[in-house]
């Protein structure tokens, strides 16, 4: 049975590991063992943050729309619940566009929303 060199597999894989590696700092960015640990972790950093980022921006449309809200003197849980009443399909991040971008055009909206009929209060 012949001997099996792997030396270009090994190196090829040495190579994938220290190219993902590329701008760590330190020997996290040279050497082979150190690197692959590095750039495994930098990949669970990477998976775990960008559903922290969904998160963040989700809290800021909410914030923006609130506020705007807050100005036109409703609560958020009202117009959000008054635009779903009149049938009104906008997503919180273009409310929030709209809210941060042009303050005239969601007091329209505030108004267009409330122009329903006042929802039923609950009897005690």
Not at 19 to 40: C, E, P, T
Not at 71 to 83: M, Q, T
């Amino acid at each position: 049975m012949p001997r099996v060199h792997s030396k270009t597999i090994r190196k090829q894989r040495h190579k994938k590991w220290l190219k993902r590696a590329k701008g760590f700092w330190g020997r996290r960015k040279n050497l082979y063992r150190i690197a692959k640990v590095a750039s495994i972790k930098a990949l669970q950093y990477a998976t775990r943050d960008r559903k922290t980022k969904k998160r963040n921006f989700r809290r800021l449309w909410i914030l923006r729309i609130k506020a705007a809200c807050h100005n036109n003197g409703i609560s958020y849980s009202r117009f959000i619940y008054n635009l779903k009443k009149a049938g009104i399909i906008l997503n919180r991040k273009i409310l929030a566009e709209i809210a941060y971008v042009d303050a005239d055009s969601f007091s329209l909206l505030v108004k267009e929303t409330t122009k329903q009929k006042p929802a039923k209060s609950m009897k005690k």
